[in-house]
């Protein structure tokens, strides 16, 4: 298989699957030795930073303390899908937290001061991410700057566009009742919750199922049935887990206000998880991106329009960094001068590093971003409940991140000694 061909999609996708699962075990193993090591390294660092914080503090456990996590890591993990797209060429974006600001003030002035439909505050904000991903896609591929001056660039000047936007320091409130149901009141009834774990996993399970008869199809080797099996139950027993967690109540006095059930936020990342992770793994476009990201040159020779491609995951960097301001501004029910600021950039690239986006390019799913968002806000909420200085908890936080990129550095290495880069 040619260099382009294998860099058109993830390692998941060209690889010969074994027929029964110890088969798939020891290939799976081997993979890991050579370093190929996926998500793997996320998952037991989620594992292992949940179990340490709740020994410390129980409450960690908690229904109440559970919810918060999804809200906590929801802006940086919009962010961090967006920077998936641009990770995956080699590519960086500063500015995406400040843009993120930025379009949650369009937000914000639209609703307040202009007194504008939620609808279409959205839609603006929306917008102004696309424009904003344009200029710099241009400024990045046609004018040659490399994308590490353009975004710093504009990591400063939207720092300023926002100023100007909320007048130099002012809190612009947003209490519309639709912007706030995003990620600050927006619960969905248990039944509800209920039926979308089952729609999920059915549509996860038809996928697996579609996908290892496509590949059978092609004479290719299949996933054995009880891999398959597993990866439907483990999905099936962690989410049933979740949703029943979440449809308890967790108000402090039910009788006044009751608190249960799914938040909102969690059904609408899955739905763009989903649809980007379709993008990336079942489209031509999708292809493309990782071609480019493998070898650009190689992509270009193979007739793939690379200038577009670069334009494109800004595009797609920025407008998901407008998703994840309009999130933001959902939860603090308002928009000041630090919205996008602070930490935002640094645990959004953390977020997509740690989870198993490789800084180099050619390697990255959305999960990737999921799963390191998560990482992301356990340790912001376990540290906050524990009462560590911030200072420590900056550290703590930094070391992960260079705990992760090293990790990737290394899984190169050992990638490329094994022959398999």
Request: aromatic share 6%; proline share 3%; hydrophobic share 55%.
């Amino acid at each position: 298989m040619s260099a382009v061909a294998s860099a058109t999609q993830p390692s998941s996708e060209i690889e010969q699957r074994p027929a029964s699962l110890s088969t798939y075990t020891r290939n799976y193993a081997a993979r890991v030795r050579g370093g190929d090591m996926g998500s793997l390294p996320a998952v037991l660092g989620l594992i292992v930073l949940c179990l340490g914080f709740g020994i410390a503090r129980p409450v960690f456990f908690s229904t109440i303390n559970f919810a918060n996590l999804f809200t906590q890591a929801a802006a940086i993990t919009a962010i961090a899908m967006g920077l998936v797209f641009v990770l995956l060429l080699g590519e960086i974006d500063l500015s995406a937290g400040f843009a993120s600001g930025v379009c949650a003030a369009v937000l914000a002035v639209l609703l307040t001061k202009h007194h504008a439909p939620w609808y279409v505050a959205i839609l603006a904000a929306l917008v102004t991410g696309v424009v904003i991903g344009v200029l710099i896609g241009f400024l990045v591929t046609k004018v040659g700057i490399p994308s590490f001056v353009v975004t710093l660039a504009g990591f400063l000047a939207f720092q300023g566009v926002l100023l100007l936007l909320v007048e130099s320091g002012k809190n612009i409130p947003v209490t519309d009742p639709a912007i706030m149901a995003i990620n600050a009141t927006g619960k969905l009834p248990p039944a509800v919750g209920w039926a979308l774990l089952v729609v999920a996993v059915a549509g996860f399970t038809a996928a697996q199922l579609v996908r290892r008869r496509n590949r059978a199809g092609r004479g290719l080797a299949a996933d054995p049935l009880s891999v398959v099996a597993v990866r439907v139950g483990t999905l099936a027993v962690i989410g049933g887990a979740a949703v029943y967690v979440l449809n308890l109540e967790r108000s402090i006095n039910p009788i006044a206000a009751s608190v249960r059930g799914v938040p909102v936020i969690v059904l609408i990342l899955g739905l763009i998880a989903v649809l980007w992770t379709f993008v990336l793994n079942r489209t031509a476009y999708g292809r493309h991106v990782y071609a480019v990201g493998g070898n650009r040159e190689a992509a270009r020779r193979a007739g793939i329009n690379v200038d577009r491609i670069r334009i494109s995951v800004f595009v797609i960097g920025s407008t998901m960094a407008a998703v994840g301001g309009i999130i933001a501004a959902s939860r603090a029910n308002s928009v000041d001068p630090n919205t996008g600021g602070s930490t935002v950039l640094l645990y959004a690239v953390g977020a997509a590093v740690i989870g198993g986006t490789s800084l180099f390019g050619g390697k990255g799913r959305i999960v990737d971003a999921v799963l390191g968002g998560a990482v992301m806000a356990v340790i912001e909420n376990g540290m906050g409940l524990m009462g560590v200085d911030a200072g420590i908890k900056y550290a703590f936080t930094g070391g992960v991140l260079l705990l992760a990129a090293g990790v990737d550095a290394l899984s190169r290495r050992r990638a490329a000694a094994a022959g398999l880069r």
